[in-house]
């Protein structure tokens, strides 16, 4: 269901595990869905904030993904739940695609399970990277 090698910042980690055991594991998604988030927090590889590799797609991202089967790019941002807004292309994390592409980088294709089966999506670019353009030169 997701790549190989995800990478994660160690801050998302806990915030996103904390998320979880929150009210929101009630009330949001199918349980399932909860377990994958979880089961992909703790296999990530963790690094520093520094440590974020350019390419990889973390909490407050914007990233451009290549939809094959529509022949399309869309470019989202990976949000927290409580700043979700699909028509302004804010995407929650607790989200099947936001969870896909968490920890991904550019190149890997993610996929995710929908009723009809498999939709697969590749990582096009990362146009933004809160770790990348938060640093201090």
Not at 43 to 62: F, H, W, Y
Not at 105 to 132: A, C, F, M, T
Request: hydrophobic share 35%; charged share 25%; proline share 5%.
């Amino acid at each position: 269901m997701f790549p190989p090698n995800i990478t994660i910042n160690k801050a998302d980690q806990l915030r996103l595990l904390e998320l979880l055991a929150t009210e929101y594991k009630k009330v949001a998604g199918c349980k399932q869905h909860f377990i994958d988030l979880q089961n992909e927090l703790r296999r990530a590889k963790l690094v520093e904030l520094g440590q974020v590799p350019r390419d990889c797609v973390t909490m407050n991202s914007i990233v451009r993904l290549w939809d094959n089967e529509n022949k399309e790019s869309q470019t989202y941002t990976l949000v927290y739940p409580e700043y979700e807004d699909i028509k302004a292309s804010r995407l929650s994390i607790l989200s099947p695609i936001g969870t896909a592409i968490l920890g991904s980088r550019v190149g890997d294709i993610v996929s995710w399970q929908v009723p009809i089966g498999q939709r697969h999506i590749k990582i096009e670019e990362v146009l933004y990277q809160p770790e990348r353009e938060d640093k201090v030169a």
